[in-house]
């Protein structure tokens, strides 16, 4: 095996685990804030991985702005949402927060 190919498999696999451990510790500060678990999370990380490709590759733009723009972009759509549907949902029985987040899941899939 080529050194080249060596050090970019690790790389790689550094890359792959830190994105498991950034994924695992946002589900983990969900539970202890909300004290529910958040099965549309995985969904916002899928929006934010689309938002980083349009920028790297359909636009061109810096790869350093990527992740910046993935957090300006979810950041407004985390405050709509919670303005809009987790605040109705709060106030009311924890099986309603609940449902709202599987409904989320099983929306953005279709």
Not at 50 to 74: D, H, N, R, T
Request: charged share 10%.
């Amino acid at each position: 095996m080529d050194f080249n190919v060596a050090i970019q498999v690790c790389v790689n696999a550094i890359s792959l685990s830190l994105i498991y451990v950034m994924f695992a510790l946002g589900l983990t500060l969900i539970m202890g804030i909300f004290d529910i678990c958040n099965f549309a999370y995985g969904e916002f990380v899928m929006v934010a991985g689309f938002i980083s490709y349009l920028v790297i590759v359909k636009w061109g733009l810096p790869y350093l702005l990527a992740p910046v723009a993935a957090m300006v972009v979810l950041s407004f759509l985390g405050i709509i949402l919670r303005r809009e549907y987790f605040i109705r949902c709060v106030t009311g029985a924890a099986w309603n927060l609940l449902l709202l987040l599987l409904g989320q899941v099983a929306h953005s899939k279709h």
